[in-house]
């Protein structure tokens, strides 16, 4: 497979696209691309294209665009997961998992019994982190759609706000009585809500409730965070999604 860049910015046949910074670094000193060789381009808003190397220096690199190619790699399911936040690398995982496996868009939520605390300013740095995440691996994946990462929020504001054009909210609890395998597809868009390390309170269950969220579980053994996300996503993706 080509290698594929997420770039900022208009593709158009024919014109000019210049790299620097880490990106012209990793195509000249990682991969050790040279000038004709041909790399794939995706911006998130449409195809990707064929670009070519036309010239290479130690920090830039200008690439000509090409053609366009129609990919088949976005899930027909759209899939709203709200992460509590966990972490450092468990957050990375998810957001890189849920991003291979198709969702469209994260809101991470600050809980009762997270571990992780965030200002203001440190969320905002934390969501630009984490949406290069998700660009890195649409890059490996093969997608051309990078999901949305919200900014961080406490859980209680988010449920304020409330989710929009969603018939099917779903929220992991384990012992559960009602299995993710059995829920009827939705009509709209799935809302799935999965706690951090240390769970949700009793009264984060009792206003998801009140917001309308159906517990379920994912089988008798309770499941790390990034493990229950991996898990929940690719239950919903083979029961209603393309890996059916």
Known sequence: MKTRLFVSGD????????????KARYLGRVLRLRPDDEVRVFNGEGPEYSAII?????????LRIGDSYE????SPLRVHLVQGVSRGERMDFVIQKATELGVKRVTPVLTEYGVVKLDTKRAEKRREHWQGVAQSACEQSGRVRVPL??????LKTWFGDGPAEVDTQLILRPGAGTALASIDPPSTKVCLLIGPEGGFSDTEYDDADIAGFTP????????R???????ALSVLQSKWGDLA
């Not at 990919?71 to 976005?74: A, I």
């Open 11 to 22: 593709l158009i046949n024919g014109s000019a696209l210049e790299l620097e910074g880490d």
């Open 54 to 62: 036309e010239t290479m220096t130690k920090s830039a690199v200008t």
């Open 71 to 74: 990919t088949n790699t976005e």
């Open 149 to 154: 990462i919200d900014a961080p929020v406490p």
């Open 216 to 223: 379920v579980s994912l089988g008798p053994r309770v499941l």
């Open 225 to 231: 965070t990034e493990t229950a996300a991996v898990a």
